[in-house]
């Protein structure tokens, strides 16, 4: 039973498509988040949804919207893509308290 | 605003041997949260370790301790007896409150690799 998944794991694709990763939690939380990690390795939030509700946006892109069905799910939907989305990203959820914060296996999207 | 500075960008270590990867915060957020990620090479994201700013005793989990000193405002990260497995990044991180979106702030990550 993973606890936070999110396909695909791998993405290659070729600038200007569009493109959505998914991601989902069987953990209960009610914090969803999406973060992406560079090629230097450096890992930043763009997103967390609470309940459904967004709660942070980080100066991310238009192209980018997540959406969020419901508490347990939250995807990232990518118009446009460009050189530079090229990234890891992660999924993750947390309940409010401040332990718990557990990640999916990331999704490596490469923009060609 | 939250920050984490990890000022080793990459060490060797000698397996067997004990490491400590240095983590300095900044928050004006009295509760808070520190925790300690392991990536392998294969980039998922394992949490190892957490302190609460209000924990009294140093957090352990197996060869992982974390020294917890918060009028320094450090998170160092020890790992005893280092095994081969142990090569990877590891990620100090801060989560605020509620309040702050409870997001998770990263420091710039250390990578680590055991020497046989």
């Known amino acids: 039973d993973t606890a936070v998944s999110q396909t695909p794991k791998y993405l290659v694709t070729q600038m200007g498509n569009d493109k959505s990763i998914k991601c989902e939690q069987n953990l209960g939380h009610d914090t969803m988040y999406w973060y992406k990690q560079d090629s230097k390795k450096f890992l930043k939030i763009m997103f967390s949804?609470?309940?459904?509700?967004?709660?942070i946006n980080e100066t991310v892109p238009n192209r980018f919207s997540p959406k969020s069905p419901d508490k347990a799910h939250l995807n990232l939907h990518i118009n446009s893509l460009e050189l530079g989305d090229s990234a890891v990203y992660f999924c993750a959820s947390s309940p409010d308290s401040l332990y718990g914060y557990t990640f999916g296996s990331g999704t490596r999207l490469t923009v060609v | 605003a939250q920050k984490i500075t990890q000022t080793q960008p990459g060490m060797f270590v000698q397996e067997k041997e004990a490491v400590t990867l240095d983590c300095t915060y900044d928050?004006?957020?009295?509760?808070?949260?520190l925790f300690w990620y392991k990536q392998p090479s294969s980039g998922e994201m394992i949490f190892l370790i957490y302190q609460g700013s209000y924990d009294q005793q140093n957090a352990t989990e197996g060869r992982y301790s974390l020294n917890f000193q918060k009028a320094r405002k450090s998170a160092n990260l020890v790992i005893s007896a280092s095994q081969l497995g142990d090569s990877a990044m590891y990620f100090c991180a801060m989560r605020g409150n509620k309040a702050a979106g409870n997001k998770l702030t990263f420091g710039g990550g250390t990578r680590v690799l055991v020497k046989p």
């Open positions: 928050t004006s957020d009295p509760s808070y949260g």
């Open positions: 949804y609470n309940n459904k509700e967004l709660i």
